[in-house]
């Protein structure tokens, strides 16, 4: 009897271990993305809705901005990041997103925001925007030449940087993923889910 016990303890045991180095890999299989907004004044749907979406599809979201303090939606909505945009390093991230609402536009001419968008692009990393983010993308220079959309009243922003403007609710190009604005959040959510999903 004893030794019937010992090996079904032995067994459990080997099989527990087998459960998390499989829970482990899966967990660094994870993609992961960073969701950049603005400390006041973010478009809540062009957050909540595609991070409802990528979390659903097994991706890991975090949440970035220029303060650690909670952040306030246009909507009311209010959140709490989960790390500083100073903070980010492009290499640990599968995707990089710009959440529009009118506080996005501190990152027209932020040449941190740039440098993310430039680097997130050259790793060949998934950078996306809605709404009036795609402006901090068009003025980084990754537009140039890509078709992309944006909230209708900035596209005059995107064609003076050389885009081509489509005036779509979503326009993926290569690794860049833009959106019109909140009626397209979900969408938005999707198509960078699928364009992870297929990496």
């Known amino acids: 009897m004893r030794k019937i016990l010992l090996i079904l303890i032995l067994f459990f045991a080997a099989y527990n271990l087998q459960l998390t180095a499989f829970a482990q890999e899966e967990v660094g299989n994870m993609k992961k993305v960073v969701m950049i907004i603005a400390p006041d004044s973010f478009r809540d749907e062009e957050l909540a809705q595609p991070k409802e979406v990528l ?3 097994g991706i890991q979201v975090k949440v970035a901005s220029t303060s650690l ?6 909507l009311g909505a209010k959140v709490k990041p989960d790390i500083l945009v100073s903070d980010i390093s492009v ?4 995707a990089i997103i710009f959440v529009g609402g009118i506080g996005a536009s501190q990152y027209w001419d932020d040449p941190l925001a740039h440098q993310l968008a430039e680097d997130a692009f050259n790793l060949n990393r998934v950078v996306a925007a809605i709404c009036i983010a795609p402006v901090t993308l068009a003025k980084a220079g990754i537009l140039k030449g890509k078709r992309a959309t944006v ?3 900035e596209a005059g922003q995107l064609k003076a940087a050389g885009a081509n403007y489509t005036g779509e609710a979503v326009e993926k190009d290569g690794n860049i993923i833009t959106a019109s604005g909140p009626a397209a959040a979900r969408e938005f959510g999707e198509e960078i889910s699928k364009a992870l999903l297929s990496r």
Not at 91 to 94: A, R
């Open 55 to 57: 979390e659903r599809n």
């Open 151 to 153: 909230w209708s009243q």
């Open 69 to 74: 303090k909670e952040a306030k939606g246009m």
């Open 91 to 94: 290499k640990d991230f599968d």
